[in-house]
């Protein structure tokens, strides 16, 4: 299973996330909810890198299966919402594969 951990500070600013698991619905190269969630995520980190000037902190596991994303706290205001728009889209997405495939992905928020 796919664990998905978002960090929101109290105001509901997202300033981390970790995936880490596989989901297993599928042998590798076939398994949809992997890469689907895998096309989510990197194509939010993506745009944010491409779009913004935010420079996050991205950690990821050699085998694959994890991913770790720190937002900086002193982003400027325009740059952060830019962001926490991108992540907030993200998440929207990340849960839509999550309400189809529940025993394959979950989604915890801190």
């Avoid at 689907?36 to 990821?60: K, M, P, W, Y």
Wanted: overall charge negative; aromatic content about 6%.
């Amino acid at each position: 299973m796919i664990q998905v951990n978002v960090v929101k500070h109290p105001t509901g600013r997202i300033t981390s996330f970790t995936m880490d698991g596989h989901a297993e619905f599928a042998e590798h190269g076939k398994d949809l909810v992997c890469a689907g969630v895998t096309a989510v995520s990197f194509g939010a980190l993506n745009a944010i890198l491409s779009l913004t000037d935010a420079e996050l902190s991205i950690e990821q596991g050699e085998e694959g299966g994890f991913l770790k994303c720190l937002v900086p706290e002193d982003l400027p205001a325009g740059t952060d919402e830019k962001v926490q728009l991108l992540l907030e889209g993200m998440i929207v997405s990340l849960q839509m594969i999550e309400r189809e495939y529940s025993k394959y992905i979950q989604i915890t928020f801190r």
